[in-house]
């Protein structure tokens, strides 16, 4: 039986150089912050930083992954407050967690929550899945 | 600036975007899902963002598209996205206020695929001042 306030338990997706380009390449955001360095530094960016989209994505895979698939997920917002940092050879962490919000049914509202490096870099973070 | 004019306005996308299963298959590998059979929730960003693109870096809107930043985004997903459908994308500027020197326009899209909504999406984009 699922209830509000239930937690799902967190997950680390990690994150680097070489995902960004192939997140590049499958979403057609070839942005150069995403993989230029040195553009990204001209720009004021402290480094190269990922897709906002490419984090909501993969907090999509955990949402999609608790609630039975890709098809159960029917609303999803997701605010990009700060930017996730990717230093060249290095990966960093996303880290994902959620609570269930609302149940009705089989439809539950989750709120999700993001982290990297200890930083929250989504908010307002929300979802609606039917759970098989 | 946007000129306040494109305010309201809604752009029937020309073009149609057929998807593949490689498109899928490409955008869940990045992700780690494995279920080929229906894209991944956000997959549709792909159509809707270089639509935006396309529609607000025309002259006759006027946003400077080099200093975008994406500020938040949402779906609402009818049913999910499947390879073999044909999808057109209609966009809308819904909101727009400048705050600060920054601007932030919200676009809707509206996904079909052969005249029945398929997914409808808000993007958020911050143009920095």
Not at chain 1, 52 to 66: E, H, R, Y
Not at chain 1, 91 to 108: F, P, R, W
Request: proline share 4%; net charge negative; aromatic share 6%.
């Amino acid at each position: 039986m699922i209830q509000v306030g239930d937690a799902i338990a967190e997950r680390v997706f990690w994150i680097d150089r070489e995902l960004l380009k192939r997140y590049a390449d499958a979403s057609g955001d070839q942005n150069p912050i995403h993989q230029d360095e040195a553009f990204a530094k001209s720009v004021g960016l402290p480094d190269v930083i990922a897709h906002g989209m490419l984090t909501m994505a993969l907090a999509g895979k955990f949402i999609s992954d608790w609630a039975g698939g890709s098809a159960a997920v029917k609303e999803f917002s997701a605010r990009f407050t700060k930017p996730v940092i990717v230093p060249a050879g290095n990966k960093v962490d996303l880290t994902i967690s959620a609570t269930v919000a609302e149940v009705d049914g089989a439809n539950i509202r989750l709120t999700i929550n993001a982290t990297s490096e200890g930083v929250k870099v989504l908010g307002m973070t929300k979802a609606l899945v039917v759970k098989s | 600036m946007l000129n306040p004019d494109s305010v309201g306005r809604t752009f029937p996308g020309a073009k149609s975007f057929p998807v593949t299963a490689s498109e899928i298959a490409a955008f869940a590998a990045v992700i780690g899902e494995e279920d080929l059979t229906v894209a991944p929730p956000t997959f549709s960003i792909r159509i809707s963002l270089e639509q935006s693109q396309e529609l607000l870096s025309d002259p006759s809107v006027g946003l400077d598209w080099s200093r975008v930043v994406h500020g938040d985004q949402k779906f609402e997903i009818l049913r999910p996205i499947v390879a073999g459908d044909v999808l057109t994308c209609s966009s809308t500027i819904e909101n727009y206020k400048a705050v600060a020197g920054n601007e932030i326009v919200t676009v809707r899209s509206d996904l079909h695929s052969d005249g029945k909504l398929v997914v409808s999406t808000w993007s958020t984009l911050v143009v920095r001042a």
